[in-house]
């Protein structure tokens, strides 16, 4: 079976690869406006990207979890289930920097993509867990103020993290007053 995916023409390949997980292209090209993007392509969608001259988020559904900001005016700790190339998590930490983030990506080699090519760099206010999110959902005892769902294959949300069963365990991951 060959597989084929898009990559724009005007691109730089950086990565090409498999992981346990994934089909993996990390690759720099420019958009209709001009801009230098880096992108993380899995499979044959584009899961994450990142300006090179700049800190802006690059997808605006991105852009819709601060929000978070808006429901709760102080936010100590919050838990964000899918890494990829950890574009929300670096926005995250730059504007939250007491703030601690639990990261949980079930891909350990996206995780080391995203240190070497997409400035995902070390905090001891940032723990990452390598597993997948509904198990770490059931296991998992801390209480966060934000809970933030980035977890989806192309377009769809993985089946186990729809189910009753798994929006009571976000939500008994939440603080009182979490969202």
Do not use: C
């Amino acid at each position: 079976v060959t597989a084929v995916s898009f990559i724009p023409r005007a691109s730089a390949l950086i990565v090409d690869d498999d992981t346990l997980y994934n089909r993996v292209w990390i690759y720099d090209t420019v958009d209709d406006e001009g801009n230098a993007k880096r992108i993380l392509q899995l499979d044959n969608s584009f899961h994450s990207a990142m300006y090179l001259d700049s800190d802006e988020l690059v997808y605006e559904y991105t852009e819709l979890f601060r929000l978070g900001d808006h429901f709760v005016s102080d936010i100590d700790s919050a838990l964000a289930l899918g890494g990829a190339a950890f574009s929300y998590p670096k926005d995250f930490m730059r504007s939250h920097p007491g703030s601690t983030l639990d990261v949980v990506e079930i891909d350990p080699d996206l995780t080391e993509f995203a240190k070497e090519y997409f400035g995902l760099q070390e905090s001891p206010n940032l723990a990452v867990y390598h597993e997948d999110a509904r198990t770490y959902l059931n296991d998992n005892e801390k209480k966060y103020d934000v809970i933030y769902s980035d977890v989806f294959n192309a377009f769809t949300i993985p089946f186990q993290l729809t189910t009753v069963e798994a929006v009571q365990k976000m939500y008994d991951s939440l603080d009182e007053d979490g969202v």
